[in-house]
């Protein structure tokens, strides 16, 4: 903070001045009683709005049946607990298998569809451009009118990609809306800055590159979670292209267990032996639940970071 | 590169925050640039959006072109190439319906309503979190309030179920102290109030990031700017947090009007029986429940080109709205 | 706020509901039960000629100790000792083949499965399953019966599945197997020969055989459960005021009395399925009898009296074994295959759990009349080509599925190898292993099944009860129009019903009164309902006359 100096004078004296944190920037002057009490009472409302559902969702995932039995649903007060659902969900092999797939997909698709949304965006952040409008539309469009399902699963057959894991890249892989947002941020930035590395003789490759990707952390890893996030939770492409149960990405099967237990009439076939304490029913779902939500626990501190870093001051206009 | 040397000198006017200035000059008075030259100009940015238009012509405009079965009496097993030409019939089954009008009015009702009370509040919820000084406070509230938006509906409405429902939480408490029939869930007439409350605990916390992402791009400085030119709290966010992400609500505003016609779709289906249609038919559902359930490709495909012309319509009319008030938009004629 | 903001996003969503919302509604008609709301049979122009169905050449591998009356299900309470053998060798050729099957469970490995490698040996053909998730099996169906070179060399195809006008496009796509199995030509195939008349002619299109039957579990798809063991002695209703009253007196403080009991008080009121004959012969819609409008007015008493879940009045249809099952709610409606599903899940925990099946009565406690559902719920079809010796193995391997209750290929297709998927525990009733637990799970039978055997061994008070039920129905049971034909409506009639799906919703709720059922009859009436009567009738003229 070298400035501090600068602004330090305007602050209150130190004897009268209230009790603030060493966070807090000088700029912002004293907290208030009501200022803090607002925002407490607001933030703790809202966490725990977020957290009581997350807490029974995680306690009845850990609940025998007989504990879900007696409290008629979700759980509040812990009864008897059990991790079957989880191992249940965990043992099988078919799970682990998933689970690569899944990351495959997701981590290719991501960087493809953040690679190209940059490029796409970056392309289309001069408004006088050479077809600049028409192209814009071309995105624009595609978020208004969309393909059935049946065409879109002509298409995908007739270009030979049935059961291969592209079939759950490419058909999504560039969102206009990401393209926009990124589109928006790129064009926030200050056009000195380009121009003068223009006059200095880089050609639009190297801005991108060198100048414009380095500021716009923040927004980049947006739209990478965004595209990361979608290619993890979908389900309905695989279950539409892939027939190949091997192939089979870690969401489809999980779904698979929802429904768990449900037998045929003459069938033996696909019982669960309750006898050894397993679970059914609503621990199951809610294990599956709380599982879909690990994998975003994980990336998302790292996403988190890049908002905080900041950028290049200066270089923002303003 | 002459020419580009002089453009430089003639730069666009003073830049206020929020307006996107041209990153390119314009050209000096009197001159229009030819085709070769502006190729030569923007050749490298019409390379780089050659991947993404290449793949959304595969895969979506290629596939979109199937939707002209919306003028045909289409069934799988004949095929598009042999289906009979039927004309606007698609359209008019559409549009007959009484209920398509009434489904036309519940969209838009919710749509209103949430415009106002589920969009600001990402917004605010960034701005509330941005003003927190305390670091950890500050990272984990944000840690924990996008989490609802990976529970799916069913959940989302069972966790609603359980606590404001005729056998939930509240009613017990309730009941207890002497109210009784308490049933949220059930009541046709604070539906939007539900199933707002519904949207904002779920994707409120996730739609903060952009902003967030946003709000990291200002310059601390200019708060300190601002607070030397006397401005107070509200004044910092009103001169230089607001117009930072201005740009991003000005988008996101317009796009969403343009989405005006899509409020939702398993969240309505899931609440379909405990409020009644005439509480929860919105676009989506009735197409669903008119075309899609029996296999009436065709109908839901009329019915998909009729919302996306009204949407695109929305969106350029939208951006007209925000050219009035001097803002770009998301493209800009000029 | 849409993160992908696409179309693309909403239109698979939207199209991802079909078989969602399909499923709900089958969560406790058990899976097997086809609803019998009418989502089933779709249809063609001509009924098949009983010399093109099948000749019906029973086999008794086992004595049932519950023997069935008059095709009601058989009950067994042990497992036969020695199993027949069906086989001397394997009869297959040994090709290898595709299948898509639906499941509502947990998917089992494809390859590397010891129960599959151990079937395909003794079958002498290979299967290879493509499974596909149960509740979007329709969106999958619609997509893959589009684009026929996709299409594997078998298909399942369960009746609430069925995608509309069926019957226009299934010549072209599927095998007419009447040449194959027509009149005598079943006896070639002694086992699909077992499988009941009415069973094929559900599965029959335009005259022809195309479909093979997995059979149904009984006469009759649904009716009242209720917790026996929570209300011993209790005295059951046998007309609707007292079940009123039963379901009244039973809702004390935490519990009530009922879920949601719509779609069985239709069956208690002999509300038919899509059309009743009037006396003049005329056909009269299911909206337009008074038998619906009484069923609808009893509906919403009962929900007016309080004794139904709020849960339930809300919709929540997936939580409605939860409430039935933990003692929140003390009878509910459902399919008959849900009986063995509740006891095994709970006797685990709870051994003194029961339910039972109400006796059937008629809302007025005279006669009960009770429609027959569908002989088969499900049905498999073969893709159409010129290898005949392909279908001829395909038939063949198919026969070896069909396996009865008593023979090795049965308990083989039903729990495995033993030793590795099961150890004989008491009485011979197999103990399954965890291996069985991830590698058998439901997937021949999606392609064909055996007479259905009540042979839960385990549960021998289930099979006792289950049996003895059904017999007794046997006496109520009448065909409606139609019965086990399959006809295609004009698709510009296909959402004709959907108003009355929402107005009973609203009615029951107290949101609509009974008044607003004759509007909607007339509504229906101007806006298709009546061409719609004549399509069906000159059906039906012209099948009676045929008589």
Not at chain 2, 162 to 178: D, E, M, S, T, Y
Not at chain 3, 192 to 212: E, M, V
Request: hydrophobic fraction near 45%.
């Amino acid at each position: 903070m070298s400035t501090r100096t600068h602004t330090e004078s305007l602050t209150v004296p130190r004897r009268t001045r209230r009790r603030s944190s060493p966070n807090r920037p000088a700029w912002e002057g004293p907290p208030t009683v009501l200022g803090q009490t607002g925002k407490s009472v607001a933030l703790i409302l809202v966490a725990l709005a977020v957290l009581f559902p997350l807490y029974t969702v995680v306690l009845t995932s850990v609940s025998s049946n007989a504990t879900v039995n007696a409290a008629g649903g979700m759980v509040v007060v812990p009864g008897e607990i059990t991790f079957s659902a989880y191992r249940q969900i965990l043992s099988g092999g078919i799970v682990t298998r998933s689970v690569v797939v899944s990351v495959i997909i997701t981590a290719v698709g991501t960087i493809l569809s953040t690679v190209v949304s940059i490029l796409a965006a970056y392309g289309l952040s001069r408004p006088n451009s050479l077809f600049h409008r028409t192209i814009l539309f071309v995105f624009l469009i595609t978020m208004f009118f969309g393909a059935g399902m049946i065409p879109m699963y002509l298409l995908v057959s007739g270009l030979g990609l049935i059961d291969s894991l592209w079939a759950l890249i490419l058909p999504g892989a560039v969102s206009a809306f990401n393209v926009l947002i990124l589109r928006s941020f790129f064009m926030g930035i200050n056009p000195s800055i380009t121009e003068a590395a223009r006059i200095d003789g880089a050609g639009d490759w190297r801005i991108l590159w060198k100048i414009v990707l380095p500021m716009s952390g923040a927004v980049i890893a947006v739209v990478a979670l965004f595209y990361g996030v979608g290619y993890f939770n979908s389900f309905f492409n695989a279950m539409l292209y892939i027939n190949d149960n091997a192939k089979w990405p870690l969401q489809l099967v999980l779904r698979s267990y929802v429904l768990q237990g449900v037998t045929l009439p003459g069938s033996g076939a696909g019982q669960v032996n309750v006898e050894t304490g397993a679970v059914t029913g609503l621990p199951v779902k809610m294990a599956i639940m709380v599982l879909a939500l690990v994998p975003i626990l994980l990336v998302y501190p790292f996403v988190q970071r890049h908002f905080t870093k900041g950028v290049i001051f200066g270089a923002i206009k303003g | 590169m002459t020419a580009t040397a002089t453009q430089t000198l003639t730069t666009s006017g003073p830049d206020t925050p929020g307006r996107k200035s041209a990153a390119t000059p314009k050209p000096a008075p009197g001159r229009k640039l030819s085709l070769r030259h502006r190729l030569r100009r923007d050749g490298a940015l019409l390379l780089m959006v050659l991947p993404a238009v290449a793949l959304l012509i595969v895969f979506a405009y290629v596939p979109m072109l199937g939707n002209v079965i919306a003028w045909l009496d289409y069934s799988p097993y004949v095929g598009i190439i042999d289906s009979v030409w039927i004309g606007w019939d698609n359209f008019a089954r559409v549009f007959q319906n009484a209920t398509f009008w009434h489904a036309v009015a519940n969209t838009l009702t919710i749509t209103a309503f949430q415009l106002v009370f589920y969009f600001p509040i990402p917004i605010i919820l960034a701005l509330l979190l941005n003003s927190v000084s305390t670091p950890w406070v500050r990272s984990t509230i944000q840690s924990i309030v996008y989490l609802p938006h990976f529970f799916s509906w069913v959940l989302v409405v069972t966790i609603f179920q359980q606590i404001f429902g005729g056998a939930g939480l509240l009613h017990r408490v309730l009941a207890n102290a002497g109210f009784d029939g308490f049933d949220l869930m059930t009541n046709p007439d604070t539906f939007l109030v539900l199933i707002t409350s519904q949207a904002v605990w779920k994707d409120a916390g996730w739609g903060i990031i952009i902003f967030l992402a946003a709000l990291g791009t200002v310059n601390p400085e200019q708060y300190e700017a601002a607070t030397m030119d006397g401005a107070g709290k509200w004044g910092r966010i009103w001169h230089v947090t607001l117009p930072a992400i201005r740009p991003t609500i000005i988008l996101l505003l317009i796009l969403r009007l343009g989405d005006a016609l899509t409020v939702g779709f398993e969240q309505l289906i899931l609440q379909r029986d405990a409020v009644g249609a005439d509480a929860a038919e919105v676009l989506d559902t009735y197409v669903y429940y008119q075309g899609v359930i029996n296999g009436d490709w065709a109908f839901a495909a009329a019915a998909g080109l009729v919302k996306g012309v009204v949407s695109l319509l929305l969106v350029l009319g939208a951006n007209k709205l925000a050219h009035l008030f001097g803002e770009d938009g998301v493209y800009r004629k000029s | 706020m849409s993160t992908l903001g696409t179309r693309r996003a909403m239109a698979r969503r939207t199209t991802a509901m079909i078989g969602a919302v399909g499923a709900a509604a089958l969560v406790l008609s058990g899976c097997g039960s086809p609803d019998e709301q009418g989502t089933s049979v779709a249809s063609s122009d001509g009924a098949i000629e009983e010399t093109s169905l099948p000749a019906y050449v029973p086999i008794d591998a086992v004595e049932p100790d519950f023997p069935g009356v008059d095709g009601s299900p058989s009950g067994y309470l042990e497992l036969p000792d020695p199993l027949v053998k069906g086989f001397d060798s394997p009869p297959g050729s040994g090709g290898e083949y595709t299948a898509m099957t639906p499941l509502w469970g947990t998917i089992p490995p494809t390859s590397g499965n010891q129960y599959l490698d151990a079937v395909s040996e003794a079958m002498g053909t290979t299967i290879d399953f493509q499974i596909s998730d149960g509740n979007t099996y329709g969106d999958k169906l619609a997509a893959v019966l589009a684009s026929p070179k996709d299409m594997p060399d078998w298909i399942s195809i369960p009746s609430w599945n069925v995608p509309p006008r069926f019957g226009t496009g299934v010549d072209k796509l599927f095998e007419d197997l009447t040449p194959y199995l027509g009149g005598d030509a079943a006896k070639d195939y002694p086992y699909l020969a077992n499988i009941p008349t009415d069973a094929w002619r559900a599965c029959s299109w335009n005259g022809k055989l195309y479909g093979i039957p997995q059979p149904a579990e009984g006469n009759l798809g649904n009716w009242f459960f209720y917790r026996d063991d929570l209300l011993p002695d209790a005295e059951l209703p046998t007309d609707a005021d007292e079940m009123l009253e039963f379901v009244e007196q039973n809702t004390a403080d935490g519990h009530y009395g009922t879920d949601d009991l719509w779609n069985i008080a239709q069956i208690m009121f002999a509300v038919p399925d899509k059309w009743a004959v009037g006396d003049d012969g005329k056909l009269v819609s299911k909206f337009e009898t008074p038998e619906y409008r009484a069923a609808l007015e009893w509906t919403a008493t009962l929900f007016a009296s309080g004794a139904v879940h709020p849960d339930a009045i809300a919709g929540d249809t997936s939580g409605a074994q939860q409430r039935f099952e933990s003692g929140q709610v003390l009878v509910t409606g459902g399919g008959v295959g849900y009986y063995h599903e509740a006891l095994t899940r709970m006797r685990a925990t709870d051994p003194d759990f029961s339910i039972k099946l109400m006796p059937v009565f008629a809302a007025d406690g005279g006669t009960p009349v009770l429609y027959k559902t569908p002989a088969a719920g499900i049905c498999s079809y073969l893709k159409k080509t010129d290898d005949e010796a392909q279908v001829k193995e395909l038939l063949t391997a198919a026969n070896f599925m069909a396996a009865p209750f008593g023979t090795e290929e049965y308990q083989l297709l039903n729990y495995g190898v033993e030793g590795v998927h099961y150890t004989p525990g008491e009485g011979g009733v197999p103990q399954p292993t965890e291996l069985a637990q991830t590698e058998i799970q439901p997937t021949y039978i999606f392609l064909v099944g055996a007479p259905i055997a009540i042979a839960k061994t385990t549960l021998p008070d289930y099979v006792e009860n289950y049996t003895t039920w059904m017999a007794q129905n046997v006496e109520y049971l009448t065909e409606p129009p139609f019965f086990g034909q399959n006809i295609t409506e004009p698709s510009q009639y296909a959402s004709l019903g959907q108003p009355f799906e929402d107005l009973a919703s609203d009615i029951a709720r107290g949101r609509k009164t009974i008044d607003d059922l004759d509007k909607a009859i007339e509504t229906w009436k101007s806006s298709g309902g009546e061409e719609l009567r004549a399509f069906y009738q000159e059906i039906y003229d012209g099948a009676e006359q045929g008589d």
